[in-house]
């Protein structure tokens, strides 16, 4: 059977109250009212936490209706701002070839900015699990046609039409619970609104949205703010703290019941009452209001100081008045305190009650509390664009999305969460290998397509979602990063084979991946550098046959110091002399030959210079005479630097350097040996006539003339 009535639920956190309204074509008439308390502080700060007990409360209230109402199922509810995240998003569309435009149009208009605001919402990167999270009600900023802007664009006429909205949201818990709630008690819920938004629609109407105005909600658990200005709603907000701090300033103050202390709260309204309570230990007491006020003074400036910083914080600047509604605006001393929180004149702060509201009639006196104005906003919106709730499940999990009248698939992924881009399959990340310092790159696979079914069939993006589809979405595979092995990307050279020392040897290639030695098979990375070729020289074939060229060490006594010189391997390629830089190719053979003794000179170091020498001309012929010279001895015995030093000899050396030498050492140099048939010979220095111990220089011309060349040239 069809609700012939309206109903609505405020769900508070010290009380709930239930209002049911026939809808009329201007106005709703009020038909029946009923109010119940928690008996347990069942609900904190806007939030179900018992469940049950909250439930028990509902069923009750909605049978005590029905009595006077007939059969009620589906109800209109709003949530507290507690967690609230607002969003202003913007929507346009082409209205060109749509004549005069409708209510549905400016409708679709509307919940095409709500979409926007739910995909900012699902992409935003300071949000954890944006897909938990309700749209509970939204404010239109302002509406334009051709980029004039206006209040409504129903009977207008243009080429583009646009509009902004703040949409707010909820995270799912506080909205899940409500919605635990309300099955509980055999309901349905019809629209949900956030409770600033309902106490805003029936306290300030379009006319007076273009004073800076704020609209404060005082429950027991939170109190929400809404701020209008410049003919708009501008902004939403809450402060989790409210009507229950006061109680409980007073409960701990003089140790009463939590239930005691509220119903002193309420009795407060005279500095000169005396207010009668008992505390927990039974005793009764008969205290002054005025002392109580006393005491819950600082908690009041508190709450006034929370909100104020609320309201400043979403207006920047000081509002011109602030309204307060809801069954904490009674709190005694808030007004004053809150005007003086903001620095404006106490009149400017004052405490609305719903004597007249626009689309209700028939509210009676005992309904005309600052604690039912929300209340009355709930059932206002009951019967207007208030949002509702499609059912719907994508992969098993169950979701509510908004009626918004077209809704498709794409918007129940967008509420799951799901990124689109991954029903697509990304391609496989391709690689970069260098390879003999040529450069590869290697694409990776492309991915599989995701599948899309609903109620197990297969459907696109825009098919239409109805109440009870069960969505399906299987997201596409990605691609393959490839990982070859490097006889995938070049051929390898085949060994060599090459005889040392007699032997037949198998040299195979030399493979390094990032200067580690590899094999053909290992996968290739990302920037891989790969070297794969043949030995190509008598080093790197020595090195692939495993045979490290080790040196032959001697240990000699050099002026009776230990010395020790190292003599590396000697080798010929095909029988010819070989450095470990010599070339190698197929079946050459490399042998290694014993190397000879080091001279006594290469043990010592030693060498005879030209530049340790001077030069003179003897007979007409250039002659090295040294300036150093060598006394050298091994194992006792005279020797040169060309003597072969056997291992484990004693040498032994001095040096005497004579930078001017005597003719003699020239003679010695020159390797002079006279003839006795000769006869008598006469030495000449530059032409004259010298001695054997005569000193010479660099340059000097000696001549050795005997007495038979004498007399030959006479």
């Not at 109680?247 to 239930?259: C, K, M």
């Not at 030209?610 to 006394?631: A, K, M, Y």
């Amino acid at each position: 059977m069809k609700q012939q009535h309206l109903f609505a639920l405020d769900i508070g956190t010290r009380s709930v109250v239930g209002l049911v309204g026939t809808p009329g074509e201007l106005q709703i008439e009020l038909v029946a009212f009923e109010r119940q308390e928690h008996h347990t502080r069942a609900m904190l700060d806007g939030q179900i936490h018992d469940v049950t007990e909250v439930a028990g409360i509902l069923k009750a209230v909605k049978e005590r209706l029905e009595k006077k109402t007939g059969p009620l199922h589906k109800v209109a509810v709003a949530a507290a701002g507690r967690a609230l995240h607002t969003i202003s998003a913007t929507a346009d569309m082409d209205v060109y070839n749509r004549g005069i435009l409708t209510p549905n149009d400016e409708r679709a208009l509307e919940l095409t900015a709500i979409q926007a605001a739910q995909q900012q919402l699902a992409t935003s990167a300071n949000i954890l699990h944006p897909a938990n999270y309700y749209c509970v009600g939204y404010s239109v900023v302002h509406f334009a046609l051709d980029d004039i802007q206006l209040k409504s664009l129903v009977g207008q006429r243009g080429k583009t039409a646009a509009i902004e909205v703040i949409a707010t949201f909820l995270p799912r818990q506080v909205i899940d619970s409500l919605q635990s709630a309300l099955s509980a008690a055999g309901l349905e819920m019809d629209t949900l609104t956030l409770e600033p938004i309902a106490a805003i629609n029936v306290l300030i109407p379009p006319t007076m949205r273009h004073l800076n105005l704020v609209l404060v909600d005082v429950g027991a658990g939170t109190s929400d703010v809404a701020i209008t200005r410049d003919g708009t709603v501008i902004g939403f907000g809450m402060v989790p703290y409210a009507g229950d701090e006061i109680t409980e300033a007073i409960s701990q103050r003089y140790v009463l019941d939590f239930n005691v202390a509220e119903t002193v709260k309420r009795q407060l309204c005279g500095k000169n009452k005396k207010i009668s309570f008992t505390d927990v230990l039974g005793m009764t007491h008969k205290v002054a209001s005025s002392e109580i006020l006393d005491g819950i003074r600082m908690q009041v400036a508190e709450l006034a100081q929370l909100i104020a910083s609320q309201v400043l914080a979403l207006n920047t600047s000081t509002p011109q008045a602030v309204l307060l509604v809801g069954g904490g605006a009674l709190t005694p001393m808030l007004p004053e305190a809150l005007a003086q929180a903001l620095d404006i004149p106490a009149g400017r702060v004052g405490i609305r009650r719903p004597d007249t509201i626009e689309g209700i009639k028939n509210i009676p006196a005992s309904l005309c509390t600052p604690d039912l104005v929300t209340p009355l906003g709930i059932l206002n919106l009951a019967g207007g664009r208030t949002l509702n709730f499609v059912n719907v499940e994508v992969n098993a999990q169950p979701l509510r999305l908004f009626n918004i009248g077209n809704l498709t698939v794409a918007d129940s992924l967008l509420a799951a969460g799901i990124d689109v881009r991954t029903l697509h399959g990304r391609p496989g990340m391709g690689i970069t290998v260098t390879v003999n310092g040529e450069t590869h790159f290697l694409p990776g696979s492309l991915g599989q397509p995701g599948t899309l079914h609903t109620n197990g069939q297969p459907v696109k993006f825009d098919h239409p979602l109805a109440d009870g589809d069960q969505v399906t979405v299987t997201k596409g595979s990605s691609g393959i990063t490839p990982a070859p092995a490097l006889s995938e990307l070049i051929s390898v050279p085949d060994p060599i084979t090459v005889l040392i020392n007699d032997t037949l040897i198998e040299i195979a290639p030399i493979i390094t991946i990032n200067g580690q030695h590899a094999d053909t098979g290992q996968p290739l990375a990302d920037r891989d550098t790969v070297i794969c070729r043949l030995p190509s020289i008598l080093g790197d074939v020595l090195l692939s046959a495993g045979i490290q060229p080790q040196p032959v060490v001697s240990h000699y006594t050099v002026n009776n110091a230990e010395r020790a010189y190292s003599i590396y391997p000697v080798y010929t390629v095909n029988n010819e002399p070989a450095t470990l830089a010599s070339l190698i190719k197929n079946n050459d053979m490399i042998t290694t030959v014993k190397p000879q003794l080091p001279t006594i000179g290469d043990v010592l170091g030693l060498e005879q210079r030209c530049d340790d020498s001077i030069t003179v001309l003897f007979n007409g012929s250039p002659c090295h005479i040294p300036v150093h010279r060598f006394t050298i001895t091994m194992n006792d015995k005279p020797a040169t630097l060309d003597t072969p030093a056997q291992p484990g000899s004693k040498l032994a050396h001095h040096v005497i350097s004579q930078w001017s030498p005597l003719i003699s050492d020239v003679l010695l140099a020159a390797d002079y040996k006279p003839l006795l048939s000769a006869g008598p010979v006469t030495i000449l220095l530059n032409g004259r006539s010298t001695e054997y111990t005569a000193a010479v220089n660099e340059g000097d011309r000696i001549e050795v003339v005997t007495a038979r060349n004498a007399n030959t040239a006479g």
